[in-house]
């Protein structure tokens, strides 16, 4: 029972390099997310996928990108990383929205 | 647009006493409301949802919340609280009506007092 898996766990990034998180969900799931968690600011949504092909674009998008080319994966791309994108990156999903969202473990990205 | 406020970022409680964590939402349309758990290190975990059936809803490890329309609100509480209640705390919020987010609010660690 994988459930939502985030690779990697942790990553240190200079600035100016780019870098993709993987999202994999094994649970046939429509739709997935992308979260970043800051201290005191809670979840902010980064960019969301009701289902395969499909992205849309959350409340903090600027500097990421995401591609959802098969239904099983959501990959969180990050160009040209910034200091401010030090976080805790958290993918979810879920089938419908009255059903609970299964998170993964979570990312722990420092940009130097 | 749909948002949830977490009232009080900090909340101590004595072991034994009353745990009431306090989420208020606003949506227009009706609201699917959740709470979820988070322990250190650890991803979200969910303690219990509210979909339009029953108000009281009861959740895991004793833990149970009320919808209330009037007050736009869906507080939080266990009658008795226990060490390991210790963690953070999510109220979310989400609803049908072509609006597939799922929005949290910035949550509320609790600290259990021995």
């Known amino acids: 029972n994988a459930g939502v898996t985030q690779t990697p766990k942790f990553r240190v990034l200079k600035t100016g390099q780019s870098m993709t998180l993987l999202c994999a969900q094994d649970m046939n799931h429509e739709y997935m997310y992308w979260y970043r968690q800051d201290p005191g600011m809670g979840l902010r949504l980064i960019h969301y996928?009701?289902?395969?092909?499909?992205?849309a674009k959350g409340e903090v998008p600027d500097g990421y990108n995401v591609s959802r080319l098969k239904k099983q994966n959501f990959l969180l791309g990050l160009e040209s990383a910034a200091p401010s994108q030090t976080s805790v990156y958290f993918c979810a999903s879920r089938n419908s929205m009255n059903t609970e969202a299964f998170f993964g473990q979570g990312t722990r990205l420092t940009v130097v | 647009a749909q948002s949830v406020t977490q009232l009080g970022s900090h909340v101590s409680v004595s072991e034994g006493a009353l745990v009431l964590l306090r989420c208020n939402y606003s949506s227009s349309v009706p609201p699917y409301l959740f709470w979820y758990v988070q322990y250190p290190n650890q991803g979200l975990q969910l303690l219990l949802k509210y979909t339009s059936a029953a108000t009281l809803v009861k959740g895991i490890n004793g833990f149970e919340a009320e919808f209330k329309k009037s007050e736009t609100s869906f507080h939080l509480t266990k009658p008795s609280a226990h060490m390991s209640d210790a963690a953070e705390y999510f109220c979310?919020?989400?609803?049908?009506?072509?609006?597939?987010?799922?929005?949290f609010g910035t949550g509320t660690r609790l600290t259990i007092i021995p």
């Open positions: 996928s009701v289902g395969e092909g499909t992205t």
């Open positions: 979310a919020v989400s609803s049908n009506f072509g609006n597939e987010k799922l929005t």
